[in-house]
């Protein structure tokens, strides 16, 4: 079980190291005028992208089979890690959105400035954080 456990934290680091970068990307992607750094951006962007989707899902398959090894009954009375997967719910439609503003960027679509990406960007700390004190403290 310690081995599933530290995979989960493993690829749950990574996944939050590309959530932090992508929109720093489009942060500096929004900035730009320059044609060639736009398509650079671009493809900085996307790969980050594909590399970090698999690090989505390897932290989620991890948590599910550790759910599973704990059991039913430990998982309805674990109210923090409910609390705890309603986050990372909304951070996966994070995740979907950055995948969007990805295609946006691709696209010329889009129409937000380097101001909402920088807000933007801060939003996978809060959930680190949040994440991080539920599975840590469990304070209920």
């Avoid at 989960?8 to 730009?32: E, K, N, S």
């Avoid at 398509?39 to 398959?61: A, C, D, S, V």
């Avoid at 996966?92 to 990805?102: D, E, R, S, T, W």
């Amino acid at each position: 079980m310690l081995w599933i456990k530290a995979l989960h934290i493993v690829f749950m680091v990574t996944w939050f190291a590309g959530l932090f970068y992508l929109p720093r990307l489009f942060v500096y992607h929004a900035m730009t005028g320059d044609e060639a750094t736009r398509n650079q951006l671009h493809i900085m962007e996307r790969k980050l992208y594909r590399f970090i989707t698999p690090l989505m899902w390897l932290t989620l398959g991890f948590g599910i089979w550790l759910i599973a090894l704990y059991g039913w009954s430990w998982f309805i009375a674990s109210h923090w890690l409910q609390a705890k997967l309603v986050l990372v719910v909304v951070l996966m439609i994070y995740h979907f959105y950055c995948g969007k503003l990805v295609n946006d960027f691709h696209q010329g679509r889009n129409v937000r400035s380097h101001v909402f990406f920088r807000w933007f960007n801060e939003i996978p700390v809060l959930f680190l954080f949040a994440i991080v004190i539920l599975a840590v403290v469990k304070p209920f």
